[in-house]
């Protein structure tokens, strides 16, 4: 199994440009989460997807952020536009079994918007 | 509200030294407990769990033992190396969550040759 899939890894930017992140999850699992981590924030939550359905999007931070998921292996974080501000890394993680036994978290994307 | 409180970082001990990494809880009922460690550039893994009280959780020489009495999930290792240098995160899973988990602030470990 080649675990959940993010990509790019890496994606600088300039403000205002629309930036879209990428996530494959493992297949199989059926929730997939997009989590933002800063130091100054930690580990914050964006959005939970069930069965390729947004589920909670409360913590997607305002308008300029957007999540789909059009199938059980694909799922997308866009930005637009994005700000310095988002700088941060991006974790999508899936999981089966509603999270019972834990997640599988991918390797991140390292946003750095100037 | 639910929550987890991790002993602040870095900590920092030389090789071959026992760990411990303090972690505490408030939540109603029994949530599930998890460890995650983050190895630098790297995503979280999952690293042990435990799902009822007095379970103990292991994986790769950590432990930790859920206690209800004490709502604590603290992690221990008889004897780091330096390969275990990483940020752990501790977090629970609200008792009939289907999703939601509260994350600790994590704890940077720093372990010298």
């Known amino acids: 199994d080649a675990g959940v899939i993010q990509s790019p890894r890496h994606e600088v930017t300039e403000m205002g440009q629309e930036v879209t992140l990428r996530c494959k999850p493992i297949s199989g699992h059926n929730s997939l989460f997009w989590y933002r981590q800063t130091m100054m924030r930690g580990l914050e939550l964006l959005i939970y997807?069930?069965?390729?359905?947004?589920?909670?999007d409360s913590g997607m931070p305002e308008d300029r952020f957007s999540a789909k998921m059009p199938n059980a292996s694909f799922s997308t974080l866009k930005i637009q536009p994005s700000e310095p501000r988002d700088s941060a890394v991006y974790f999508c993680a899936s999981s089966r079994s509603l999270g019972v036994y834990g997640y599988t978290f991918g390797s991140g994307t390292r946003l750095t918007v100037v | 509200g639910d929550s987890v409180t991790q002993m602040e970082g870095p900590v920092t001990l030389s090789e071959e030294a026992f760990l411990t990494i303090n972690c505490t809880y408030t939540?109603?009922?029994?949530?599930?407990l998890f460890w995650y460690v983050q190895y630098p550039g790297e995503g979280l893994q999952l690293l042990l769990k435990a799902t009822k009280a007095d379970d103990k959780g292991s994986n790769k020489g950590f432990e930790a033992t859920y206690r209800k009495e004490t709502t604590s999930f603290h992690l221990e290792k008889g004897s780091v190396q330096v390969s275990d240098s990483a940020v752990y995160f501790c977090?629970?899973?609200?008792?009939?969550?289907?999703?939601?988990?509260?994350w600790g602030a994590g704890t940077k470990l720093i372990i010298k040759p």
């Open positions: 977090a629970l899973r609200r008792e009939g969550s289907n999703y939601q988990l509260i």
């Open positions: 939540a109603t009922g029994y949530p599930s």
């Open positions: 997807f069930n069965n390729n359905v947004p589920i909670d």
